[in-house]
């Protein structure tokens, strides 16, 4: 059986390009566990809060719970649910899993695979991360569900993921004349840019294109923040900031909260500005809640 497969054709609800990473999160929290102890189930009662946290974190904007993943991942084969009244899931009613003593675990055949194949949970984790987040996020998010990869696993995966046109990033940061879109940080170490990069609007694992237009120029510390939904850019161009972001200290007021409202810097006359799919895109299914008013000049 070829996990590797199993696990890219996993089902999932989609339309019009909508995230939903419920299984995928519940699949790499419970590789983090199997890590950790092999022989240990997930009582839905026991992991609820942790799984409501990641798909909080890191799932869409719009209100989502873990019952549904902790049911409906069974039907793709590579996970069980037992209750006090035996195998099989309750359904994916959060009281029905709770009163009913619901433990999941991953499929018995992919865990005997996984004890044999030292260097298939690894793979597994990879190709997860690769087919439903963003590489800014990968290492927070095997720290967040208690992923240890080894150096050889974290290594890309030629069969398993689409390669990034080499030119993207050079295209967007010449578009925006080596300035982060959203502050204008533009630091070298001689001649070479340090601390920018090209950050996806859209998302490359939700058909985001390799093109200026999906493109922005962005310091590592904002790329961060756009990719977590703290930050976004409006219909007019400008920067929006969640109102979920909190910052008291100088620091985060001066770098996140005053951004709000204000211009992008860049990019440069005759190179494409941000196309409205992928802005609409990034609005509807990464960023976090209502934008801040524009803060006062």
Known sequence: MDWLERIAKLRQWTRS???????????????GRF????????????????????LTEYGPPHKTTPAYPFHHLVSDGVWEVHTDRGPGSPGSGVRDLRETGATGQLAPDLR???????????????????????????????????????????????????????????LVLTAYEYRCAFCGYDGRIGAVPVGLEAAH?????????DEIENGLCLCSLHHKLFDKGVLGVGDDQRILVSQ?????????REHVIA??????VGP???????????????????????????TAA
């Open 17 to 31: 390009g909508t995230r939903a990473p419920h299984k995928p999160l519940l699949l790499l929290y419970a590789l």
């Open 35 to 54: 890590q950790d102890d092999a022989d240990d189930g997930l009582g839905y009662t026991a992991v609820e809060q942790d799984l409501q946290r990641l």
């Open 112 to 170: 005997a695979a996984l004890r044999r194949e030292p260097d298939l949970l690894g793979r597994i984790a990879r190709l997860l991360l690769d087919l439903h987040f963003p590489p800014s996020l990968h290492s927070e998010l095997c720290e967040a569900v208690g992923l240890e990869l080894e150096p050889a696993e974290a290594e890309q995966l030629s069969a398993t993921r689409r390669q990034r046109d080499p030119r993207m990033r050079e």
């Open 201 to 209: 609007v859209r998302w490359r694992a939700f058909g985001g294109p």
């Open 244 to 252: 979920r972001f909190v910052g008291h200290s100088p620091v985060a």
């Open 259 to 264: 951004l709000a409202g204000r211009p992008l």
């Open 268 to 294: 440069q006359p005759g190179a494409r500005p941000v196309a409205a799919a992928h802005r609409d895109w990034h609005a509807r299914q990464v960023f976090h809640s209502e934008p801040r008013p524009a």
